[in-house]
T-cell receptor, first 112, second 116 residues
Framework: AQTVTQSQPEMSVQEAETVTLSCTYDTSESDYYLFWYKQPPSRQMILVIRQEAYKQQNATENRFSVNFQKAAKSFSLKISDSQLGDAAMYFCAYSGYSTLTFGKGTMLLVSP | EAGVAQSPRYKIIEKRQSVAFWCNPISGHATLYWYQQILGQGPKLLIQFQNNGVVDDSQLPKDRFSAERLKGVDSTLKIQPAKLEDSAVYLC??????????????FGAGTRLSVL
């Protein structure tokens, strides 16, 4: 079975600074996708960024980028120029041939 | 485009009572998911429907949980009788496709259940 591990329960960053959230996963599948989802307090979960495992190029969406290391099974999220609205729980998730498997999440705190 | 709608947003019940949650997916999405998110954890899949058929219910506690998706659109998730450990946020999600990583799931705001 696939597992997703987020080792940072909480991270803090100041506005305009850069922060990196870590994620590792375990799988025996060769073709899969990785996701980062954002869940603001009491609001719905939204997709931040997605990476296809067969693509070597790291995905980027505006201020959000990933560092995908397939051999190390590592998938970190970098948030540049952090904003107050980035404060949320961030979940790393894996999808192979079946459904999404989520990590336990990292709470991101953003201070002015 | 309207998102995934869920109701109620909050529910408080006593143990051994029954409760039902409702979900309306994004129009045209064939696949619907129910997740349980216990405080401090990531969402865990309970059941997946494609249209009105069940694709995966391997993690659904079938002795107390049931779900249906009549006519392949709306869905209800029921718990009867509820236990204290059922306190969680119940998330509904929908997607166009059935499986695979290209299958982006869109989530509702969830129903927060407290069992006293």
């Amino acid at each position: 079975a696939q597992t997703v591990t987020q080792s940072q329960p909480e991270m803090s960053v100041q506005e305009a600074e850069t922060v990196t959230l870590s994620c590792t996963y375990d799988t025996s599948e060769s073709d899969y996708y990785l996701f980062w989802y954002k869940q603001p307090p009491s609001r719905q979960m939204i997709l931040v960024i997605r990476q296809e495992a067969y693509k070597q190029q790291n995905a980027t969406e505006n201020r959000f980028s990933v560092n995908f290391q397939k051999a190390a099974k590592s998938f970190s999220l970098k948030i540049s120029d952090s904003q107050l609205g980035d404060a949320a729980m961030y979940f790393c998730a894996y999808s192979g041939y079946s459904t999404l498997t989520f990590g336990k999440g990292t709470m991101l705190l953003v201070s002015p | 485009e309207a998102g995934v709608a869920q109701s109620p947003r909050y529910k408080i019940i006593e143990k051994r009572q029954s409760v039902a949650f409702w979900c309306n997916p994004i129009s045209g999405h064939a696949t619907l998911y129910w997740y349980q998110q216990i405080l401090g954890q990531g969402p865990k899949l309970l059941i997946q429907f494609q249209n009105n058929g069940v694709v995966d219910d391997s993690q659904l506690p079938k002795d107390r949980f049931s779900a249906e998706r009549l006519k392949g659109v709306d869905s209800t998730l029921k718990i009867q009788p509820a236990k204290l450990e059922d306190s969680a946020v119940y998330l509904c999600a929908s997607s166009l496709l059935t499986s695979g990583g290209q299958n982006i799931q869109y989530f509702g705001a969830g129903t927060r259940l407290s069992v006293l």
